[in-house]
């Protein structure tokens, strides 16, 4: 199983990305999945999550600007981001645990390979 993120580059301040990340591989079904981004120098933190659901959870510094979404049909994971700043700058991860048989103790946690987010003018 892997994940293939895309959509990073360069952006303006108040500008807006859309990054993709698709799964694929031995997948029965994709639980949860999430949007990481890691600042040069600093942790990997978790910027958005959304469950099989539905459910949708955000780092308060991009409530209101960024919006999850998924295609189930497609294993995709979307990270819409809007109103962009230059704080926003990071290299951002794809993550997503899935389940690849019937058995639901058959679950792996997947890393996408970070797509790089530049915002500056």
């Known amino acids: 199983v892997q994940l293939q993120a895309s959509g990073g580059g360069l952006v303006q301040p108040g500008g807006s990305l859309r990054l993709s990340c698709v799964a694929s591989?031995?997948?029965?079904?994709?639980?949860?999945m999430a949007w990481y981004r890691q600042h040069p120098g600093k942790q990997r933190e978790l910027v958005a999550f959304i469950a099989i659901g539905g459910d949708t959870n955000y780092a308060d510094s991009v409530k209101g600007r960024f919006t999850i979404s998924r295609d189930n049909d497609r294993n995709t994971v979307y990270l819409q981001m809007d109103s962009l700043k230059p704080e926003d700058t990071a290299v951002y991860y794809c993550n997503a645990d899935i389940q690849q048989t019937r058995a639901s103790w058959n679950r792996v946690n997947v890393w996408g390979q970070g797509t790089l987010v530049t915002v500056s003018s």
């Open positions: 591989g031995s997948i029965y079904r994709i639980n949860s």
